[in-house]
């Protein structure tokens, strides 16, 4: 059972650069979540997706981000024009539904998560 | 809008100690999900624990139990036995019904042998 999977691991970009991040959610997981990391802080919401669609994106800056999950494929985060200010490390989750259906819980499966650092 | 709140940044234990990491939140609602997650140095989030807001019965996990107290609005991690595998940074976190889960700030927790 191949948990989330999250590549590249570690990403160097210049200012000005483009960031792609992927995410590959856990099999049949239909649902993913990022989160950004900054340094010696706790991992805050940026967005939640379903296939093709975008639930909740009230926690992604306005300019310059931008994100996806298709309907083949892992989901995407964008980062366009990078700033040293957009070095952290972005979590994915996922979860094969809402994680909550009813009086079912549903977990969210994190993945490891990907370093980026804008020099 | 919700808040997570951990007031210690950092926190050390002897080893076969035990040890109580502090959490407060913020909320309006009545109905949702609290956990802590630990993230050892590899930046790994690993699910610790999970508590249902209207369970009453405090959740445990082998060493790891916590005190949760719903009109306190307090929800506190217990570490009984500690272990040098335990070395890590907690967070605590809600998780609203929208689904999105907010995380303190952590604590750091150090094991000394």
């Known amino acids: 059972n191949a948990g989330v999977m999250q590549n590249p691991r570690h990403l160097v970009r210049r200012r000005g650069q483009e960031a792609r991040l992927r995410c590959s959610p856990v099999?049949?997981?239909?649902?993913v979540y990022w989160y950004r990391q900054l340094p010696e802080e706790g991992l805050k919401f940026m967005v939640y997706l379903q296939k093709e669609n975008i639930i909740d994106e009230s926690g992604m800056p306005k300019e310059r981000f931008s994100a996806e999950f298709p309907k083949e494929g892992p989901s995407i985060l964008r980062i366009q024009q990078v700033v040293r200010g957009d070095s952290a490390a972005y979590f994915c989750a996922s979860s094969p539904t809402t994680t909550r259906r009813g009086a079912q819980h549903y977990e969210q499966y994190f993945g490891p998560g990907t370093r980026l650092t804008v020099t | 809008a919700q808040t997570v709140t951990q007031s210690q940044p950092e926190m050390s234990v002897q080893e076969a100690e035990t040890v109580t990491l502090s959490c407060t939140y913020d909320?309006?609602?009545?109905?949702?999900?609290l956990f802590w997650y630990k993230q050892p140095p590899s930046r790994q989030m690993i699910l610790v624990i999970r508590?249902?807001?209207?369970?009453?019965q405090n959740a445990t996990e082998n060493r790891f139990s916590v005190n949760f107290q719903k009109a306190a609005k307090s929800f506190s991690l217990k570490i009984s036995d500690s272990q040098l595998g335990d070395a890590a940074m907690y967070f605590c976190?809600?998780?609203?019904?929208?689904?999105?889960?907010?995380f303190g700030k952590g604590t750091r927790l150090h094991i000394l042998p």
């Open positions: 508590q249902e807001a209207y369970k009453q």
């Open positions: 909320t309006s609602e009545s109905d949702y999900y």
């Open positions: 976190a809600y998780r609203s019904r929208d689904d999105k889960i907010i």
């Open positions: 099999k049949g997981h239909s649902h």
